[in-house]
């Protein structure tokens, strides 16, 4: 078992977070769909850095062969992110508004970090309003 790693550095310091996956794009990223990968070169080539959280993995995990979430999370632009239990709020909010722990916790992450959700599942987001931070694959 790998151990956490923390968060990917530069000369300049930590790389921001530039994608949050959910698991409908996980799953994808598993059938081998480019639709996910040209997104990853992106975020590799401008020196950032992609996640999912906990729940999205473990979501995906349940619906592909692990070892497909084992690649990504070693992805050299992969970084870990945990949710604070302080966060408690904000993420029952997303629940309470897209009805899946996995897409509420990568909404909340997104959100945090003013970046977009990947997601081979658009509709998921509609509650959102006409402009979501999701980009359809």
Known sequence: RRSPRPPR???RG????????????????????????????????????????LTVLATAASRVDPAWVELLTAHPAFTPVGT???????LSASLSLLGRIDAAEALLVALGA????????????????????????
């Not at 930590?14 to 081998?32: F, K």
């Not at 604070?84 to 904000?90: A, F, I, K, L, M």
């Not at 509650?127 to 980009?135: H, K, S, T, V, Y």
């Open 14 to 53: 930590v790389r921001p977070l530039h994608l949050v996956l959910d698991a409908s794009a996980v799953e994808a990223y598993a059938a081998g769909s480019e639709h996910v990968g040209e997104p990853l070169t992106q975020v590799t080539e401008n020196a950032a850095t992609f996640t999912a959280p």
């Open 9 to 11: 550095h530069t000369a």
């Open 114 to 137: 003013g970046c977009d959700v990947l997601t081979a599942d658009p509709d998921l987001y509609r509650p959102l309003g006409e402009d979501p931070p999701a980009i359809a694959i």
């Open 84 to 90: 604070d239990w302080s966060r408690w709020p904000g």
